[in-house]
């Protein structure tokens, strides 16, 4: 499984690499960003390095609107919550085996939720997850909304920073430790998911 993983995540590394170069691409990232936090499995971040690493002029612009799209998906997410719980919300939960869980949350939500949603905005924890949630118990929109900006924010312009200031280098390191990355990206959503049945 390890081995097929890291085939996938090369080849996809190597699409997105290609695809950052063209005059699409941000659409593309948009796309991407918007669904991950409402229901797609794969997060911004495989198109976001390649894309700032192929154009490190654009890095500022490509988080934000990174930023923006994860937001505005994540308030996607929140109305998913609240409008079509048992016909949308209810299945993706199951999907993601977080059903019984989610339960779990409600108790936590009025007083910890702006936390709760912070802490999943900047960590591979499945940011969907929350984001329905905090739809489903009515978090406050505001609050979701600046907690939301603040995670995702911090999260993806560290990364861009981090890519711009140390580009060459960066490149050099993802690629040739591209393996080990893969399989620890694996641990690290697995380890998400996982963390759902203890919260």
Same mark, same amino acid.
């Given at each position: 499984?390890?081995?097929?993983?890291?085939?996938?995540?090369?080849?996809?590394?190597?699409?997105?690499?290609?695809?950052?170069?063209?005059?699409?691409?941000? *659409?593309? *990232?948009?796309?991407?960003?918007?669904?991950?936090?409402?229901?797609?499995?794969?997060? @911004?971040?495989?198109?976001?390095?390649?894309?700032?690493?192929?154009? #490190?002029?654009?890095?500022?612009?490509?988080?934000?609107?990174?930023?923006?799209?994860?937001?505005?998906?994540?308030?996607?997410?929140?109305?998913?919550?609240?409008?079509?719980?048992? /016909?949308?919300?209810? #299945?993706?939960?199951?999907?993601?085996?977080?059903?019984?869980?989610?339960?779990?949350?409600?108790?936590?939500?009025?007083?910890?939720?702006?936390?709760?949603?912070?802490?999943?905005?900047?960590?591979?924890?499945?940011?969907?997850?929350?984001?329905?949630?905090?739809?489903?118990?009515?978090?406050?929109?505001?609050?979701?909304?600046?907690?939301?900006?603040?995670?995702?924010? /911090?999260?993806?312009? *560290?990364?861009?920073?981090?890519?711009?200031?140390?580009?060459? @280098?960066?490149?050099?390191?993802?690629?040739?430790?591209?393996?080990?990355?893969?399989?620890?990206?694996?641990?690290? *959503?697995?380890?998400?998911?996982?963390?759902?049945?203890?919260?």
């Amino acid at each position: 499984m390890i081995k097929y993983f890291r085939h996938i995540v090369q080849r996809t590394y190597d699409v997105m690499l290609d695809l950052s170069a063209k005059p699409n691409a941000m *659409l593309f *990232l948009f796309i991407v960003a918007f669904a991950e936090s409402s229901f797609f499995p794969i997060p @911004p971040d495989v198109m976001l390095i390649p894309m700032v690493l192929a154009t #490190p002029n654009k890095a500022w612009r490509i988080a934000g609107l990174a930023t923006f799209a994860s937001v505005f998906g994540g308030c996607f997410g929140y109305g998913i919550g609240i409008f079509a719980f048992d /016909m949308i919300a209810k #299945p993706i939960l199951e999907f993601y085996n977080a059903f019984e869980q989610f339960h779990e949350f409600e108790n936590y939500y009025h007083e910890y939720g702006a936390w709760i949603v912070f802490g999943a905005g900047i960590t591979p924890f499945p940011y969907k997850i929350i984001t329905i949630a905090s739809g489903v118990v009515h978090l406050d929109l505001v609050v979701f909304t600046i907690a939301s900006v603040l995670a995702r924010g /911090m999260r993806f312009f *560290l990364v861009a920073w981090l890519l711009k200031k140390y580009g060459a @280098p960066m490149k050099i390191f993802i690629e040739k430790h591209l393996g080990i990355l893969s399989v620890l990206f694996l641990a690290l *959503l697995i380890g998400g998911f996982a963390a759902l049945k203890y919260l």
